[in-house]
Antibody
């Protein structure tokens, strides 16, 4: 069955960077886009960006442009998201989600990132 | 910048019907926005309900349906049950590989 296994919780200081991973299994990795979505405590869902595991092309939400980078390792079926220059308002649960066609069909369990001095 | 709109909250009686909407601050929602809907309960990852306006995701009960109503996408819950009490989010495809979530609607069943 389709699974998206996300890396463990992170605690970072303001200004630092964090790299999260999302390991896919149960399907052909390069056949589906992967999105990242985040949710700050008590807030709604926010789209972060998308990566095409086949060609590694990416698109990011405008407000995160310049701070977010998504990459993939096809040999391990893993997608990575790095967020730099962390601020307190980056504190959130970060989800990866598989995308067959302009929607999300399978979700990871999420990774909590806490930014605190 | 175009903003996606949703009602902040709705209350529905058990067995009742509720329609949530997903609009744009400027313009109309159309099937080309590929509206999709997600249900989220506290502490859980979102669950996919509806995609491509009106296609139910696998395993989703048929009491959930999607449509375009006027200039908005809509999610209707017919015969609401207690475990439908959740937050509901719509997502619109804005072109150029860009997506936007609505702010979510909190549905209470009582």
């Amino acid at each position: 069955q389709v699974q998206l296994e996300q890396s463990g919780a992170e605690v970072k200081k303001p200004g630092a960077s964090v790299m999260l991973s999302c390991k896919a299994s149960g399907y052909t990795f390069i056949s589906y886009y992967i999105h990242w979505v985040r949710q700050a405590p008590g807030q709604g869902l926010e789209w972060v960006g998308i990566i095409n595991p086949s060609g590694a092309t990416t698109t990011y939400a405008q407000r995160l442009q310049g701070r977010v980078t998504m990459t993939r390792d096809a040999s391990t079926s893993t997608v990575y998201m790095e967020l730099s220059s962390l601020r307190s308002d980056d504190t959130a649960i970060y989800y990866c989600a598989r995308s067959p066609l302009r929607h999300f069909d399978h979700w990871g369990r999420g990774t909590l990132v806490t930014v605190s001095s | 910048q175009t903003v996606v709109t949703q009602e902040p909250s709705f209350s529905v009686s058990p067995g009742g019907t509720v329609t949530l909407t997903c609009g744009l601050s400027s313009g109309s929602v159309s099937p080309s926005h590929n509206p999709s809907w997600y249900q989220q309960t506290p502490g859980q990852a979102p669950r996919t309900l509806i995609y491509n306006t009106n296609t139910r995701s696998s395993g989703v009960p048929d009491r959930f349906s999607g449509s375009i109503l006027g200039n908005k996408a809509a999610l209707t819950i017919t015969g609401a049950q207690a475990d439908d009490e959740s937050d509901y989010y719509c997502v619109l495809y804005m072109g150029s590989a860009l997506y936007v979530f609505g702010p979510g609607t909190k549905v209470t069943v009582l």
